[in-house]
């Protein structure tokens, strides 16, 4: 059983495109992020929800648009796609808040921008 | 503000050898502090982690790591590695009541026979 899914594995796309990324934990966890690791591998947060409401948005351009239809799924939906989106990105989850430095994450998801 | 060095974007080391990853800290309050590994094409994994209470603190895999505060340090190590063992490995720290982690831009351990 798979604890953190991630959908599609691989994207190419276009810019100027737009595009998703779902993610689904079964867990039971409360809290969901989503992190972009750029190509030095250096991993940064840049959302994160609990119990569907929004908690942590880390500058990120607001091209880029969280969305939790219920506490097991955080997807992210990118606008106007750039090459500089180009990354893999990674969903997590934890318990809750207060657990929220223990983290499960999926597999990622390789974005390529052309 | 916290942050993490990784001094070593890259470790070498033979197959039955020992290794030591380094990680330091910095931050104004108390901290917990990770380990997680990254092995090729999947997500990261939590490999310990130290909350509180013994500064020596023992994961999966054999791997170890010991909290200084003093030298704000909490280095990974291993006595003797395996081929399996060739992965990214980031260290990463969570002070106390805040929701977040923050992570060091990593260390590739390369285990060869």
């Known amino acids: ?114 | 503000a916290q942050s993490v060095t990784q001094l070593d974007s890259q470790v070498p080391v033979f197959e039955e050898a020992p290794v030591e990853l380094r990680c330091n800290y910095s931050s104004s309050v108390s901290v917990y502090l990770f380990w997680y590994v990254q092995y090729p094409n999947q997500g990261l994994q939590l490999l310990l982690k130290y909350l509180s209470g013994s500064t020596l603190v023992k994961g999966i895999n054999g791997f170890e790591a010991e909290f200084n505060k003093s030298q704000t340090s909490f280095h990974l190590r291993k006595p003797s590695v395996h081929i399996s063992d060739t992965a990214e490995y980031f260290c990463a720290v969570s002070e106390s009541g805040f929701q977040k982690l923050v992570f060091g831009t990593g260390t590739r351990l390369l285990v060869s026979p």
């Open chain 1, 1 to 114: 059983d798979t604890a953190v899914s991630q959908t599609p594995k691989y994207l190419v796309t276009q810019m100027g495109n737009d595009k998703s990324i779902k993610c689904e934990q079964n867990l039971g966890h409360d809290t969901m992020y989503w992190y972009k690791q750029d190509s030095k591998k250096f991993l940064k947060i840049m959302f994160s929800y609990n119990n569907k409401e929004l908690i942590i948005n880390e500058t990120v351009p607001n091209r880029f648009s969280p969305k939790s239809p219920d506490k097991a799924h955080l997807n992210l939906h990118i606008n106007s796609l750039e090459l500089g989106d180009s990354a893999v990105y990674f969903c997590a989850s934890s318990q809750d808040l207060r657990t929220a430095y223990e983290q499960y994450f999926g597999p990622g998801t390789r974005l390529t921008v052309t």
